[in-house]
């Protein structure tokens, strides 16, 4: 279907026409005539399939301005609805032709600095308006991913005193477990001369696949409603603790979305070769929605001051150590919250990351190895919610033998 652009051509051989082209290609689905349309300097890492922004209908290319070394070229988006979107291409000269820098251009748009922005000159063309743009930026920054499709979230930017929106993805309702380990142990002890003491017991692991929305934090417990070996025998533990199966995943389980519980049974009184049945609850604390960001700085102006953040709802304390190291500090547990803390140069280049987090149940802390300038900014991702989810499951692909 034909997506209507005024205000320019794809006929034309400057920067204008570079864009035209590529929003033809994007809406079209064309990835060759798309990625041909990118900037040679730019197009490392992109790979994947072109994409329309949702819901657009039409566009029209509003008169560039000259940016350094490139060309601003704005443009009007129209939904369906009448809703109205913007998005700024940066167009880099590519020898006798032109190249869109699609990273530039979501920068351009966004901005690095908010107040930056309100100050810009072109601050009308580039404003972001809500949700609309959001989408708009989330469709173009996925345009062409990296790896053949796997590229990080995208972060929508706000600004620090902007109440983030609670609105997130549906939680889950209903889990396949899959049962990775269930392991039986008999035991015999004997102190002294007493006789020996003799037990058994059973622990089952079961892992969980979760929405891309969600990222557990912890399981903080389970609810075992039904398990019985093949024999019939019901294994269900008795007078079960609230935290039973409890798990705090660690940093590195977060960032590969790990979800999973060990649970200990009921021993069997009887002969056991194995489960015939396993279902129950699990309660997970949650963090997922949105991706948000907010850019904080310059950061010789946030040392040793106490900041408001209400776009997260948390103060957070920027210090610096005896040694001059730059030292983050919020409300015990604050730091859940973040997909990442991003030191950047004032090239936007990002800095050397390497820190070390400590917690003594009243504030967490962040303390960075790293050398990070007073002209250095920061850029806080975050998720938009956190909650706690009660999520019914049943295990898969059962019996399981194990013997």
């Not at 024999?231 to 533990?237: D, F, H, I, N, T």
Request: glycine share 10%; hydrophobic share 40%.
């Amino acid at each position: 279907m034909p997506f209507p652009i005024s205000g320019a051509s794809a006929g034309e051989t400057g920067p204008a026409g570079c864009v035209v082209r590529f929003m033809v290609a994007s809406s079209a689905g064309d990835s060759d005539a798309a990625f041909a349309e990118l900037h040679p300097d730019h197009r490392e890492g992109m790979a994947g399939g072109a994409n329309a922004p949702p819901g657009i209908v039409s566009a029209e290319i509003l008169p560039g301005e000259p940016g350094e070394g490139c060309q601003l070229v704005p443009t009007r988006l129209f939904g369906a609805d009448g809703t109205e979107q913007r998005f700024v291409f940066v167009v880099r000269p590519a020898g006798e032709n032109w190249g869109i820098d699609l990273a530039g251009s979501m920068e351009a748009t966004f901005g690095v600095d908010p107040m930056q922005m309100m100050q810009d000159a072109l601050t009308t063309a580039v404003a972001p308006l809500g949700e609309a743009v959001a989408q708009m930026g989330e469709a173009m920054g996925q345009a062409f991913s990296s790896d053949g499709g796997s590229s990080a979230p995208t972060a929508r930017r706000i600004a620090a005193d902007e109440p983030a929106s609670t609105g997130a993805a549906s939680l889950p309702t209903t889990l396949a477990a899959r049962i990775t380990e269930l392991d039986l142990r008999r035991r015999v002890q004997r102190r002294d001369l007493d006789a020996p003491e003799r037990s058994t017991e059973l622990t089952v692991r079961c892992d969980f696949d979760l929405d891309q929305a969600w990222t557990p934090l912890a399981c903080v417990g389970v609810t075992i409603s039904e398990v019985t070996s093949i024999e019939g025998e019901s294994l269900v533990p008795t007078e079960a603790r609230s935290d039973l199966g409890s798990e705090s995943y660690a940093s590195w389980e977060r960032e590969n979305r790990a979800c999973y519980t060990r649970i200990v049974l009921a021993a069997p009184q009887g002969p056991f070769t194995g489960l015939a049945t396993l279902t129950g609850s699990i309660r997970l604390e949650l963090v997922g929605g949105e991706l948000l960001e907010i850019a904080l700085g310059p950061v010789g102006d946030l040392v040793g001051h106490r900041h408001e953040l209400a776009a997260i709802g948390l103060a957070l304390e920027v210090l610096r150590d005896d040694d001059g190291q730059l030292t983050m500090r919020m409300p015990y547990g604050g730091f859940d919250r973040f997909e990442d803390v991003i030191p950047i140069d004032t090239n936007g280049e990002t800095l050397n990351q390497s820190w070390g987090g400590s917690g003594d149940g009243e504030t967490s802390t962040r303390t960075y190895s790293s050398e990070i300038s007073d002209d250095a900014r920061l850029v806080l991702r975050f998720w938009s919610s956190r909650t706690t989810a009660e999520v019914s499951f049943t295990a898969a692909d059962l019996p399981l033998l194990l013997e």
